[in-house]
């Protein structure tokens, strides 16, 4: 049977890791290339992904400006009452891989 599914991949450079007591904030960096003109020019967007237990020892291994490999699915939450409602859309990380360390490319 048919699944309807909301996935996110991410391959980019980690900027700042955030634990919290059971969950684990991972800002990522992914680069886009937009043409302005005749000239090309990289956007640099940041990613927060949500990271729990089941990625948890590839997180712990992780570290500022390393190069990883993320894949997920996407959740929207809301908090609040009445008109004070907010929305948040969360990057839940299933896998979580370090493609590169960011010390071994300055080796």
């Known amino acids: 049977m048919p699944q309807n599914i909301a996935e996110f991949r991410i391959i980019g450079r980690i900027g700042k ?7 684990t904030y991972v800002s990522v960096a992914a680069n886009y290339n937009r043409r302005d003109g005749d000239d090309w020019k990289t956007d640099t967007l940041w990613n927060s ?30 908090h609040g009452e009445g008109n004070e409602v907010s929305y948040r859309t969360e990057l839940i990380a299933d896998t979580f891989s370090i493609l590169t360390k960011a010390e071994a490319e300055h080796s």
């Open 49 to 78: 992904v949500v990271c729990f237990s089941n990625v948890g020892p590839q997180v712990e291994a992780a570290g500022k400006g390393d190069l990883v490999h993320v894949t997920g699915r996407v959740r929207e939450s809301n």
């Open 17 to 23: 890791i955030t634990a919290r007591e059971k969950v």
